[in-house]
């Protein structure tokens, strides 16, 4: 069945350092991408998404590019911010079940100042 | 904005009790969708609908019913408590159209069952 993993978090970085959360996917077909985030105490946001292979998605000074030979997503910002302190979950659109979204586990950025 | 409430943050019930969770989308959204999330687990889709009266059994459906007579309330209902459904329960709505469309999500309720 379709699936999506995740690094494992915690993940504490300084400030303006590199981010890179992994993300690769299972899934029959070519399904749409996506990187949510959740701000402490908040539902989650949609940060980025991706809808064929190839395609990058950016907001907010991340990106993530769809590569299908890899299976991956994997999420990246240049330069992070104590703001960006959040859960990020990769998901897939799975198409049966009314377009039901798939979420990894789930990675925890803390940034520090 | 869109913007998807959840009636409550925080809940503490009882074992045995009867919860109610509501959720209100005050966008015309046609689809909603009930997720429980837990720790390593990330979101676990418990049950969906496409339109008023409509739902469908999502991964986790056991222990969960759900009521859909308005267009804009959804909501989520646990017969009989148990602790294992201690959570962050999480609801979602989204646009009509294609399945494309962005996923809206509220803030979520903490619920802890004793």
């Known amino acids: 069945g379709n699936s999506v993993t995740q690094m494992e978090g915690p993940v504490t970085l300084s400030e303006e350092a590199f981010l890179t959360i992994n993300c690769t996917y299972t899934a029959t077909g070519y399904p749409s991408l996506f990187w949510y985030v959740q701000y402490p105490g908040e539902g989650l946001q949609l940060l980025l998404k991706a809808t064929k292979a190839d395609d990058k998605g950016s907001n907010k000074g991340f990106e993530a590019t769809y590569r299908k030979e890899t299976t991956s997503f994997h999420l990246e910002k240049g330069s992070v911010q104590v703001s960006d302190s959040a859960v990020y979950f990769c998901?897939?659109?799975?198409?049966?079940?009314?377009?039901?979204?798939?979420f990894g586990q789930g990675t925890e950025l803390s940034v520090k100042p | 904005d869109v913007k998807v409430t959840q009636s409550s943050r925080y809940l503490v019930k009882r074992t045995g009790e009867k919860v109610f969770l509501e959720c209100v989308q005050d966008m015309d959204h046609e689809n909603m969708f009930w997720y429980r999330q837990d720790p390593g687990l990330g979101l676990r889709l418990i049950y969906f609908s496409y339109d008023v009266k409509m739902k469908e059994k999502g991964d986790i459906p056991e222990g969960y019913s759900v009521s859909r007579e308005k267009k804009e309330r959804f909501s989520l209902i646990l017969e009989s408590a148990s602790t294992n459904q201690t959570s962050m329960y999480l609801c979602?709505?989204?646009?009509?159209?294609?399945?494309?469309?962005?996923?809206?999500f509220g803030p979520g309720t903490r619920l802890t069952v004793l």
């Open positions: 998901a897939l659109l799975s198409y049966n079940q009314g377009g039901k979204l798939i």
């Open positions: 979602a709505s989204r646009t009509p159209g294609t399945v494309y469309n962005e996923q809206f």
